[in-house]
């Protein structure tokens, strides 16, 4: 108990928050859908104390470049917010106004409070040991009866779940299904990001290898792509200068195999890339459509997953709609499966081009001071959000701002 009194109010609150998300889906098996709530009332909690503390001036703010570029953005957030509730499109719902700007506003608003309060390694601690619970679990899930994952599997579903042999936990390879580690959060994406997060936060606080090999070994079963990006980099970005080529290759290889699927689609050809084929036309059509309102965007709510339903709903085609520009591109919806994709056809390039220049601005400073580890979270993270709609899970967001105001604040 003395351990939380010694620690700021405002660091207690994002604790709070970090124990709700990372055992959300889990207290959605026991309490069913009222975990939203929960994380409703989390993340209000972290708001409320740190509007507290500004007013009673309880804690400092550490003013930075990036904290300033985090307040443009969200005032340009709720600026958007604004307009597009009050000139959507028809077919746009206002729930999907308002469920884009969630998305979007308080993954970015937790981690402007994390950047103007840093966290200190007690901190990080704690999280390590809120999630010992997660890669036990993780083990046991690796010798448990296929039926019993299926069935919290299927329970976090509203539906009841998807059929298991088509459901996240397989890996389909040499014709025969992989089961995939998914921990508590039941997905193996999510569990797989987190997991990179951990080995990172690791390296912070403890100088014993053998928890982060344990931990990277657990990662792997995970069988996520983006896992394994975030672990080359990894590697890459420790061993310092001597893989820069390395690096640029993680780097720049998405923008070479995009331009190049362009060219082939241009000419009226096409290339299968598998599992990547679906992000990749995301991107292209999310930043080719957006040039038609290309500084002040098209509003929340109208590309990605969400804008899919809306026209489902509405009996619209998709694929006409979102393939004027090139006539062989074939999308479920503009910018789906990719944040890049969505971010810049909803909110233009101006939006875009400050959350690039926030990345620069953390990237840069972290290299200043040396924390390569954590300069790989966020290089590696910019890849991610290239080739994946899930960047702006709330947690998966917020936790690199926390290793990342955490390093700051060690300098």
Known sequence: MNYFIRMSNQHVSLLVLFFVFIYKDFFGVIIGGAENYLALAAILYVFAVFLINLILKENSVKVSSSLLVFMLLVIFLLVHFVFSMLFKPDVIGYGNVVQSFRLLFIPLLLSMV????PVDRRFLVKVVYLSIPLYVFSLIEFFLPLSVVEMMYNLTKEDGG?????????FWEFGYPIARLGSLFFSPLTFGIYTFYMIVTLSLIYKDRWYRF??????????????????????????????????????????VIILLYVFFLSKGESINLMTLGPHVDGVISGVLNAFGSPLWGNGLGTSGYL?????????????????????NLVVRGIGSESALGVMVYQLGFVYLMLFILLQVLIITKLFKVKSFSVSAVFLAGIVVFVLSESFYTLLLFVYPYALYSHVLQKK
Request: glycine share 6%; hydrophobic share 55%; net charge positive.
């Open 214 to 255: 344990i931990v990277g070994l657990i990662g792997l079963l995970t069988l996520v792509k983006s896992f394994y990006v975030y672990l080359m980099m990894f590697f890459t970005i420790r061993n310092r200068y001597s893989g820069m080529f390395l690096l640029l290759g993680v780097v720049v290889m998405p923008l």
């Open 307 to 327: 804008n899919v339903l809306s026209y489902r709903a509405n009996g619209l085609d998709l694929v006409a709609i979102s393939n004027s520009l090139l006539p």
């Open 162 to 170: 998807a059929p298991f042999s088509n459901s996240a936990y397989f």
């Open 114 to 117: 994390i950047v103007a309060c």
